[in-house]
């Protein structure tokens, strides 16, 4: 049974760990900066896999050497192939099952991480560890297997994966009451009026506000600008400034210091969310059907 496979040499788990390595730093010299005599190593590791498989699994990008086509796809296989034994090895240890899991940073600080259920998780024999990562980032990593799960905008989902909807994330615009004394403030008001921070890090929502300004009649000008959700709610918390955040955010300010303001406008900002992962991870890991109904549900917006 597979003779070919064995007949020649160059292939080993150590040559197919070295390609694994390298895609996940980016690239040969990424893989061992400032340690030439590593990078010679990976070079000839992977020379030695790309003669067994007659392909090229490298191509140069500009000074930096990273994996062709056919070197990603062999590293999925290969990603793939050493998951199914570490699977197999740990469970026959009775140890856990290892999970890689990611979403934006607001939604890992008041959605993920408070809402793994520990008991379940427990029973399940298994272990997350978790990644702060953009969406196009985890969408990539979902598809090549170095995430198993990962918590998407519903219409970022590529045909490549599979998804489970969790609900719409909504938002509302927030002011201290130092800053809107009057009860009864209206958006427009608070809107254009109070000084706002808002994110850098988003472009489509930073664009959807700034027309839904516009088309309230002012002018978004940010006060302050910041990376992140989390961020925007300590300035809130702050006292100087107002900003749009998620509604599942709202808990953690205290309710008599600050407004909530809602809108038909913001509805605009919603957006449908969604648990994604490639099919072969329910195909090849024993317990991520299981896994994923617990996520799906623990996660429901």
């Given amino acids: ?28 010299a990424q893989a061992a900066p400032g340690d030439p005599v590593r990078q010679s190593q ?12 007659n392909v090229s699994l490298t191509q140069r990008r500009g000074k930096e050497l990273k994996l062709s086509p056919e070197g990603e796809r062999l590293a999925g296989i290969t990603r793939a192939h050493f998951q199914s034994l570490h699977d197999l ?14 979403a934006g ?12 259920p520990r008991e379940r998780v427990a029973k399940l024999r298994v272990r997350f560890s978790t990644f702060n990562l953009r969406t196009h980032d985890i969408i990539a990593q979902l598809s090549d297997g170095r995430l198993d799960f990962g918590l998407v905008r519903a219409d970022a989902v590529t045909a490549d994966l599979e998804s489970a909807p969790l609900g719409t994330l909504t938002y509302r615009l927030v002011v201290p009451r130092a800053l809107v004394p009057a009860p009864r403030a209206s958006f427009r008001q608070a809107l254009t009026s ?17 027309e839904i300004a516009s088309e309230a009649g002012g ?22 400034h107002g900003a749009v955040l998620p509604a599942i955010a709202l808990h953690e300010l205290p309710a008599a210091e600050v407004r909530v303001i809602d809108a ?14 490639h099919p072969r991870v329910l ?19």
Avoid: H
């Fill in 1 to 28: 049974m597979f003779e070919d496979l064995f007949a020649n040499r160059g292939l080993s788990f150590d040559r197919l760990r070295a390609l694994l390595e390298v895609q996940e730093a980016g690239s040969i």
């Fill in 42 to 53: 990976y070079s000839r590791q992977l020379r030695e896999l790309a003669e067994f498989f």
């Fill in 89 to 102: 090895r740990r469970e026959c240890l009775q140890q856990e099952a290892d999970y890689r899991l990611a």
């Fill in 105 to 116: 940073d607001s939604l890992l600080q008041w959605l993920v991480i408070p809402r793994l």
């Fill in 194 to 210: 109070v000084p706002l921070v808002t994110q850098t890090g988003d472009g489509q929502f930073s664009q959807r506000l700034r």
């Fill in 219 to 240: 002018e978004l000008r940010p006060r302050l600008t910041c990376q992140s959700f989390p961020q925007s709610l300590a300035a809130v918390r702050g006292k100087g």
């Fill in 264 to 277: 038909p406008a913001l509805r605009r900002l919603d957006r449908a969310m969604a648990l994604a992962w």
């Fill in 283 to 301: 195909r090849l890991r024993g317990q991520a059907s299981e896994v994923r109904n617990l996520l799906t549900r623990a996660f429901a917006i």
